[in-house]
């Protein structure tokens, strides 16, 4: 790929066009190798470093090809205030709606409907995947994980977990039968019903989830007690919550 595809990788729609994201730094790009070596069959990355690093990109092993550019070059293409030196390009997976591989699993499924915020987003993939056992559905209009904003606030966590993109709300009741949500107004998680669902629907940052759709779903409503002082809680600490909650109750 030239320099100059390499450069517009920040832009979702060449992403999509051109097939691939960024991962920059050196933690990420480690926590990618791991990856890797779980799925030998994806690895096919180019790593565009600075003279300074070719050692280090050298004992990474088989599936990275180093590419060694100017500072100035790696400037251009990252979008960080003091790049680290190290970008890989990385061919997007497959993210699909997979939903004979979910159902009928141990995992749970954790459904955000147009979730807009990336480092919400990334905060609740890493919480997930510090957790595992879950899979995270992702809504159309949802901000895309292989946002370089999201990538960095996984932490890399997005290389292990399970996520499906662009997800329809309404196709959900055709794949699950229980449904939980969070409102002031539900039982506790500490209920002991609260691990038995299959799907837990967390909704945008400011609207929540249709109403209509909890509607349709006849889903069940729970909710994090708290002081009472204010009335709601960020969307990333609310699963975050919830994810804990659940870890628990296996």
């Known amino acids: 790929m030239k320099l100059d595809d390499v450069k517009k990788l920040h832009q979702k729609k060449y992403r999509t066009q051109l097939g691939h994201y ?3 730094g050196e933690h990420l790009v480690l926590e990618l190798q791991k990856a890797l070596k779980q799925q030998p069959s994806a690895a096919n990355v180019t790593l565009y470093i600075t ?3 070719q050692g280090w990109a050298a004992e990474l092993g088989a599936g990275f090809k180093p590419v060694v550019v100017s500072e100035k070059q790696m400037a251009q293409m990252s979008d960080t ?3 680290q030196g190290i970008i890989a390009c990385v061919p997007l997976p497959d993210l699909s709606a997979q939903p004979d591989r979910a159902s009928g699993s141990e995992e749970r499924c ?3 409907h147009e979730v807009q915020d990336p480092g919400n987003l990334g905060t609740i993939i890493r919480t997930l995947a ?3 056992n879950f899979r995270l559905l992702l809504s159309p209009n949802s901000v895309d994980p292989f946002n ?3 990538v960095r606030a996984s932490m890399g966590a997005i290389f292990h977990l399970p996520i499906e993109l662009d997800v329809p709300l309404e196709s959900l009741s055709a794949r699950f039968d229980r449904f939980a949500y969070l409102d002031l107004q539900g039982e506790q998680l500490s209920h002991p019903e609260f691990g038995n669902y299959q799907c837990y629907l967390f909704g945008n ?3 929540g989830v249709p109403s209509d759709a909890l509607s349709a779903f006849n889903a069940d409503a729970y909710t994090i007690p708290g002081s009472g002082s204010i009335d709601s809680l960020n969307l990333a600490s609310s699963v975050g919550i919830t994810s804990y909650q659940l ?3 296996k």
Do not use: D, N, Q
């Open 205 to 207: 940052e400011a609207r």
């Open 81 to 83: 205030k003091t790049p």
């Open 148 to 150: 370089s904003k999201v």
């Open 51 to 53: 003279e300074a690093h």
């Open 22 to 24: 960024l991962v920059e």
């Open 110 to 112: 954790i459904y955000l």
């Open 130 to 132: 510090w957790f595992g």
């Open 247 to 249: 870890s628990m109750a």
